[in-house]
């Protein structure tokens, strides 16, 4: 079993409340690898440039994640620079400088072919539908987006959403998407374009998955410092495909345990910059929140009394 | 068993998306009683002038609402005028007349004092420890409040708070008077003045509540539309009392269950302008959506397989 993700990998300078990093580890692939690599094989594909530190690559593959797929080419790496005001509830992006990612174009070494659960993170929706073509087989295909690709490349990102299971959004780009301001009316009509369901991320307060027949809602683990928000979301899709990947079936029970992993991989990432909150994370940590988190959710496990 | 409500009993006109409506039946006292009297008695204090129709205190009374404590005085009622822009996510104060609230006393009448659970719904802080003196039997203190109150009036609503069990707030409301972003830093903080329990409401994100041993997040009743959101806070605090005081004990259970009734009699409450969406509502209709909660957010009823 393995699942692939295809999308950043980047050299990130942030600044929040609590310090400031420069050029360190980030990119959406390496959040979700990073992730996923918790729980199962993870085959990454993406793009990096000569200038990029063989430490990182070696962090990915010790946890192993096959970087067979990360093209290395002349040039520099991806970099973003972001702060955020917390008072404000802000989150500004300050320099992108796409380098040798303006270029990408994903490539499937021999193997990938053959993952099970595929990750498309936030790219072009041409290039993951491109992808889409190239992994036909999978028991599963989620696909992230944003803003940029809803404004620019609607109808492209029609096709793609057409052809997928799921799709994973934030809370505001699902009201874009749909133009609607209510999520739960944005959400149903996201559903008739395609996918099974939607999963709208929601931050701090957690996630909300809608499907034709469901609904599940999921607030955050509580966590009373935040360090550093970047990578909560790609962190929570990588948690939620890892334990989906792990799971024998993907039921819509399996799917509600794998979203609550999804938001505890998250409640990890956010407290610390970088991957850094899930270099040492075992999966006991993540147990122990999760029977945590049972306990702050659940209000009636008997039989209702109401 | 009896719940006291002390508040505002107002006329409403309000413009949202769906429509508008002009001084309609609103006031917090008004929006708690509508929601508390499906489960258990009500005894309500507050003022109305000598122009309040005849017909909303028979509405009240119908449904078991003592409105003895319904003072009316000579005068014009307490008027608010408000639109919501859900674009924008505004909710916007047009007009507030107080006219007879502004001179409010609250004066309890006999029987009243033996009230077993008390809300305090938001009025100045100095009134509400008025009351808590004539109830001091109460099984539960409760108090809501606004920012209006705690840039105001900070000590006299400290002293209220450190005299009550519950406080109940608005996410906002909870992060100005603890001065922190950080929401559980801001409960945690707001404990240490005296509660056994800060239950912060997040509107379409339902509500958290932190108590020095536990947390319990409740997302909201997912709705596709919402008519008009006037009232949720206070039919919210009103469900989850009236659950309360059927309730054999006030354990960490009960008051989950108590925050889930709350949150779905919120879900009538903003289907409808007014208090129109909770006249014909029956227990039997929470019930069905307590159920219906229960699925939507548990997510694993057996033992943890994480």
């Given at each position: 079993m393995s699942v692939l993700v295809v999308g950043s990998v980047a050299l990130d300078t942030v600044e929040t409340p609590f310090g400031s990093v420069t050029e360190v580890l980030g990119g959406s692939a390496v959040y979700f690898a990073a992730a996923t690599s918790l729980y199962t094989k993870v085959n990454l594909?993406?793009?990096?440039?000569?200038d990029f530190p063989a430490e990182h690559i070696r962090f990915l593959a010790e946890r192993g994640v096959d970087t067979r797929g990360l093209a290395v080419v002349e040039g520099q790496t991806f970099r973003w620079v972001g702060c955020y005001d917390y008072e404000q509830n802000i989150t500004q992006t300050?320099?992108?400088?796409?380098?040798?990612?303006?270029?990408?174009?994903?490539?499937?070494?021999?193997?990938?072919?053959?993952?099970?659960?595929?990750?498309?993170?936030?790219?072009?929706?041409?290039?993951?539908?491109?992808?889409?073509?190239?992994?036909?087989?999978?028991?599963?295909?989620?696909?992230?987006?944003?803003?940029?690709?809803?404004?620019?490349?609607?109808?492209?990102?029609?096709?793609?959403?057409?052809?997928?299971?799921?799709?994973?959004?934030?809370?505001?780009?699902?009201?874009?998407?749909?133009?609607?301001?209510?999520?739960?009316?944005?959400?149903?009509?996201?559903?008739?374009?395609?996918?099974?369901?939607?999963?709208?991320?929601?931050?701090?307060?957690g996630a909300l998955m809608v499907s034709d027949t469901d609904y599940f809602v999921a607030p955050a683990y509580p966590v009373a410092q935040v360090k550093d928000p970047t990578g909560a979301g790609d962190s929570f899709a990588g948690g939620l495909l890892g334990y989906l990947d792990q799971a024998k079936e993907i039921?819509?029970?399996?799917?509600?345990?794998?979203?609550?992993?999804?938001?505890?991989?998250?409640?990890?990432?956010?407290?610390d910059f970088s991957i850094d909150g899930l270099r040492s994370l075992r999966r006991a940590d993540i147990a122990h929140r999760y029977r945590?988190?049972?306990?702050?959710?659940?209000?009636?496990?008997k039989e209702s009394t109401s």
């Amino acid at each position: 079993m393995s699942v692939l993700v295809v999308g950043s990998v980047a050299l990130d300078t942030v600044e929040t409340p609590f310090g400031s990093v420069t050029e360190v580890l980030g990119g959406s692939a390496v959040y979700f690898a990073a992730a996923t690599s918790l729980y199962t094989k993870v085959n990454l594909v993406g793009v990096v440039g000569t200038d990029f530190p063989a430490e990182h690559i070696r962090f990915l593959a010790e946890r192993g994640v096959d970087t067979r797929g990360l093209a290395v080419v002349e040039g520099q790496t991806f970099r973003w620079v972001g702060c955020y005001d917390y008072e404000q509830n802000i989150t500004q992006t300050l320099d992108t400088r796409l380098n040798v990612f303006a270029d990408f174009h994903p490539t499937l070494p021999p193997g990938y072919e053959g993952s099970e659960l595929v990750f498309l993170a936030n790219i072009d929706p041409d290039l993951q539908y491109e992808v889409l073509s190239q992994v036909s087989g999978a028991r599963l295909r989620v696909v992230d987006t944003m803003n940029f690709w809803i404004r620019g490349k609607g109808e492209s990102l029609s096709r793609t959403i057409s052809a997928v299971d799921i799709v994973i959004m934030d809370e505001s780009e699902v009201r874009l998407l749909a133009r609607s301001q209510n999520v739960i009316a944005a959400a149903k009509s996201i559903l008739e374009m395609g996918p099974r369901a939607v999963i709208i991320k929601r931050g701090e307060y957690g996630a909300l998955m809608v499907s034709d027949t469901d609904y599940f809602v999921a607030p955050a683990y509580p966590v009373a410092q935040v360090k550093d928000p970047t990578g909560a979301g790609d962190s929570f899709a990588g948690g939620l495909l890892g334990y989906l990947d792990q799971a024998k079936e993907i039921t819509p029970q399996a799917l509600r345990k794998a979203i609550v992993h999804g938001t505890i991989v998250a409640s990890f990432t956010i407290a610390d910059f970088s991957i850094d909150g899930l270099r040492s994370l075992r999966r006991a940590d993540i147990a122990h929140r999760y029977r945590e988190f049972k306990r702050f959710t659940h209000f009636d496990d008997k039989e209702s009394t109401s």
